[in-house]
Nanobody, 127 residues
């Protein structure tokens, strides 16, 4: 599986961006998908995840109420809608695929749970 993330860019605080992650391969619909981010000098951290059918979602506390994850299995694509962006949201955002498919409260927040990673897309939020 190859993942291609896109949609990053420069936005002012309070603005919005929508990230997309498109996967190759027929098995995308069976995978849980996650978004992580990594700021300069920081460790990669969990942002959000969605189960294989979109029925379950998870969010980091720092983005809850501002970000929304969704997926379109017919297009092999997962989205991250980011609203009310803050300077602290500045990071490289990575999408990842978990072949397990079902979310777990603990495991789905762990980078080691994911089997495939995209290349990242940079989001910069100016104050």
């Amino acid at each position: 599986v190859q993942l291609q993330a896109s949609g990053g860019g420069l936005v002012q605080a309070g603005g919005s961006l929508r990230l997309s992650c498109t996967a190759s391969g027929r098995t995308f619909g069976g995978y849980a998908m996650g978004w992580f981010r990594q700021a300069p000098g920081e460790e990669r951290e969990f942002v959000s995840a969605v189960s294989w059918n979109g029925g379950s979602t998870m969010y980091a506390d720092s983005v809850k109420g501002r970000f929304s994850i969704s997926r379109d299995n017919a297009k092999n694509t997962v989205y991250l809608q980011m609203n009310n962006l803050k300077p602290e949201d500045t990071a490289v955002y990575y999408c990842a695929a978990d072949t397990y498919g079902i979310l777990d409260v603990a495991a789905s927040r762990d980078i080691n749970e994911y089997d495939y990673w995209g290349q990242g897309t940079l989001v910069t939020v100016s104050s």
